[in-house]
């Protein structure tokens, strides 16, 4: 009963490194998204996916990097880190029926200085 | 484009105060409308929703209308309780096949005994 899963929980990043947020749902949702969130800010929308091999920009894409090769798993990469960047990072999934819930993983909290 | 605003926070109450939480949208056509909770240190998770006017969400003693003539969709609770610390957010699904959310900013409700 994992539902979606998000590694790590925490990472402090140096300018201008690289790392992958991890995602990966059991439930086998088509959908799957990434947000941020900022404080005062809501979520915003990064990327998300309709299915494997298919992914789309959301409202906030640049810096980041996304790929779908399994219903399971959608990584988050980023690959010159900036400060800007710092945030709660969440992945989400849905069947993607109209009206339909989206399930939450417990968040990355990453740090870029 | 579509939109979602939400009254700021931090709302402070007292434990069986009753609790309103502001929120309308703007959107073309017929959006669905939710709201999510999130816990300290958790993701999101869908506390009520209503698909079409009029509808009524209701869950945990919370409930919504979808008031399409107002574009509104105020969350109350007739007497919070301190397990309902949290911040609350409003969101709507916009059009089309993605099923993508939109996200106000967020209000954190601070119950004390």
């Known amino acids: 009963n994992a539902g979606v899963t998000q590694t790590p929980k925490f990472r402090i990043l140096k300018i201008g490194q690289s790392m992958t947020l991890q995602c990966t749902q059991d439930?086998?949702?088509?959908?799957m998204y990434w947000y941020r969130q900022d404080p005062g800010m809501g979520l915003k929308l990064i990327y998300y996916?309709?299915?494997?091999?298919?992914?789309d920009k959301g409202e906030v894409p640049n810096g980041y990097n996304v790929s779908r090769s399994t219903t399971e798993d959608f990584p988050l990469r980023l690959e010159l880190a900036a400060p800007s960047q710092t945030s709660v990072y969440f992945c989400?999934?849905?069947?993607?029926?109209?009206?339909?819930?989206?399930?939450f993983g417990s968040g990355t909290q990453l740090s870029v200085l | 484009g579509d939109s979602v605003t939400q009254m700021e926070g931090p709302v402070t109450l007292s434990e069986e105060a009753f609790l309103t939480i502001n929120c309308t949208y703007t959107?073309?056509?017929?959006?669905?409308l939710f709201w999510y909770v999130q816990y300290p240190g958790e993701g999101l998770q869908l506390l009520l929703k209503?698909?079409?006017?009029?509808d009524k969400g209701s869950n945990k003693g919370f409930e919504a209308t979808y008031r399409k003539e107002t574009t509104s969709f105020h969350l109350e609770k007739g007497s919070v309780q301190v397990s309902d610390s949290a911040v609350y957010f409003c969101?709507?699904?916009?059009?089309?096949?993605?099923?993508?959310?939109?996200f106000g900013t967020g209000t954190l409700l601070a119950v004390q005994p």
């Open positions: 959107a073309t056509g017929y959006p669905s």
């Open positions: 209503a698909t079409k006017a009029d």
């Open positions: 996916s309709v299915g494997a091999g298919i992914t």
């Open positions: 989400a999934s849905s069947y993607g029926e109209r009206g339909e819930k989206l399930f």
């Open positions: 969101a709507l699904r916009s059009g089309g096949a993605t099923n993508k959310l939109i």
């Open positions: 439930m086998n949702h088509n959908y």
